[in-house]
């Protein structure tokens, strides 16, 4: 199977909500045939006396039992899965619709539990298709009883653990914890100050360039082990022409190829990349700022009107892009054993995270002084724990919010409280001095 494929399944797997069912149908016919083996051997060896006075279930209370396991189990099924749709429909109108992939659909804690469900929903019908008139399977009975007693506990663990998913600060917290994940396997050597030119070297020419065949859609992963492998069985050197997350289109260049790289068959470097309709965090480091702007725009919003969620949001954008500048991100080849040039692979920089964390949460939260104060924190506090190379785009976004805040407030008062540094938004920032007042410019407000 070629690579994109098997990422694609494996993508497929891990975000789909009705496999975890499917796996616990599998598994209840397995326990339904150990289970039948166990009676099966009380009953050869005369000990089946013995299991029913241990177990003492009477016809009566054993058909009463699995019934009202059956009903429950399957109210409880109904429940989640509706209180899912539900709670997928106020998360993407609240929050974002990229959370519904990312976040929801992917949650272990919510497919494991719907397994549990279907389990022992399966195993308690049999149970009681099994019971005669006159006899009681008391293992079988026992067995569906303490799932039963199961199922009730885990359902309270749902609705507890749902309720916590939802909150704002879970949402974010947990796009945060991706996004490490991902800087960190992206981008794994601290940073340095090498400059953009020594970083790019290439090829001057192109020997031969593969556009993208087949159907359109959006760069989710690539496979770069592969592709540094054949450049250098090759020895030519490969440039992927896109980006991660960027929208590719029939016939649009996917490859640069130069020197023996040329010889490389286009099915195989097709091969290598994988497409779908909608954005993962897989390889995709700018995703997770992406979702977590998203969600603080959305919040601040006239319809929603929640800055205490957007603050939330730069909470998280904040540790986000600390870790960014702790990492040399202007990297574009990436060597092989030898130290050898072998792929040419574009990611984001850190003017680019810099850009897509301050510049939409400027312009929509301007009027907040929650977001304009807690937005000065965080670039101050990164000019002091980043190196020093990092400063210069930091400190345009100094003044930019400076010039916002100039533009927007009328009252020097209210200028002044909006120039306050708070880790909080608002109400953490006692005794700390405002930044001083720009010079006002005449006009409209810009620099000359």
């Known amino acids: 199977m070629r690579w ?19 796996v616990a149908l599998v598994l209840y016919l397995v326990v339904v045939r150990l289970t039948g083996g166990i009676v099966d051997w009380l009953e050869r060896t005369g000990r089946i006396d013995e299991a029913t006075g241990f177990f003492g279930w009477s016809i009566a209370g054993a058909r009463g039992t699995l019934e009202t396991i059956v009903t429950l189990n399957l109210s409880f099924l109904v429940f ?25 659909l992917r949650d272990n804690a919510i497919r494991i539990t719907v397994g549990y469900f279907v389990f022992t929903l399966l195993f308690a019908v049999r149970a009681l298709a099994k019971m005669g008139d006159h006899e009681v399977r008391q293992l079988e009975t026992f067995v569906a009883g303490a ?20 909150r704002p600060v879970s949402i974010a917290q947990h796009v945060g914890e991706v996004g490490i994940a991902v800087i960190r396997a992206v981008y794994p050597t601290p940073t340095t100050r090498r400059s953009a030119r020594e970083l790019s070297r290439r090829p001057a020419s192109t020997d031969r360039t593969v556009a993208h065949a087949g159907t359109s ?69 700018s995703f997770s700022f992406r979702i977590l702007v ?14 205490t969620t957007a603050v939330l949001c730069i909470d998280q954008l904040h540790r986000l892009l600390r870790l960014v500048g702790q990492h040399h991100v202007s990297g574009e080849q990436i060597l092989d054993g030898a130290g050898q040039p072998r792929l040419v692979f574009r990611t984001p920089n850190w003017v680019d995270f810099v850009h897509l964390t301050c510049t939409e949460i400027r312009h929509c939260g301007v ?14 506090n990164l000019m002091q724990t980043l190196p020093q190379h990092r400063h210069a785009e930091l400190r345009q976004q100094l003044e930019l919010l400076d010039r916002a805040i100039q533009a927007h407030y009328a009252f020097p008062e209210d200028r002044a409280i909006a120039r306050i540094p708070d880790s909080q938004g608002l109400g953490g920032a006692l005794g700390v001095e405002a930044a001083p007042e720009p010079p006002r410019v005449e006009g409209n407000g810009r620099g000359k």
């Open 147 to 166: 799932l039963g007693l199961g199922s009730i506990v885990v359902f309270l663990y749902l609705i507890d653990y749902a309720a916590r998913l939802l």
């Open 4 to 22: 994109n494929r098997r990422y694609l399944l494996k993508s497929y797997i891990s975000g789909s909500l009705w496999l975890v069912p499917f």
């Open 367 to 380: 009027g907040s002084v929650q977001i304009v104060r807690r937005l000065r924190s965080m670039l101050e």
């Open 294 to 307: 998203d969600i603080a725009i959305k919040a601040l919003s006239p319809a929603i009107n929640d800055p």
């Open 217 to 285: 859609g959006i760069v989710l992963a690539v496979d770069l082990a592969g592709l540094v492998e054949r450049a250098r069985q090759a020895n030519g050197v490969i440039e992927f022409i896109p980006q991660v997350g960027d929208f590719v289109a029939v016939d649009e260049p996917l490859f640069a190829l130069y020197g023996g790289a040329k010889e490389i068959a286009d099915r195989q470097l097709r091969a290598a990349v994988a497409l779908g309709s909608e954005r993962t965090m897989d390889q995709d480091p």
């Open 80 to 104: 989640t899965f509706g209180s899912l749709l539900v709670a997928i429909q106020v998360a993407g109108g609240q929050y974002t619709p990229r959370i519904i992939a990312t976040t929801l």
